[in-house]
């Protein structure tokens, strides 16, 4: 609703701020917890340290993904944020 014009169509700006919002975290902070996990884990247990590490970051995203809809429900947008 906020990126249609004129209640017709899509604008581009969605797909635009979609797209710069997943270059620009890519080039910033995105991938700094794949560098430091890397370095934190000795070599002995670094895969499996990292397949635990991913599987928490993983699950952990998608409850907040699943739970923020009944949470703006419940206690509003403003106390989601």
């Known amino acids: 609703s906020f990126f249609f014009f004129n209640d017709k ?6 797909l635009i701020s979609l797209i710069g ?10 991938p700094v917890p794949y ?3 890397s370095e934190l884990f000795p070599l002995e247990v670094r895969e499996t340290g990292c397949s635990i590490a991913m599987l928490t970051n993983w699950m952990g995203a998608f409850m907040v993904t699943e739970c923020f809809a009944s949470l703006v429900l419940a206690i509003s947008a403003q106390g989601a944020f």
């Open 21 to 30: 919002y997943i270059a620009f975290f890519s080039l910033g902070f995105g």
């Open 9 to 14: 169509e899509p604008s581009a700006l969605a």
């Open 35 to 37: 560098l430091v996990m």
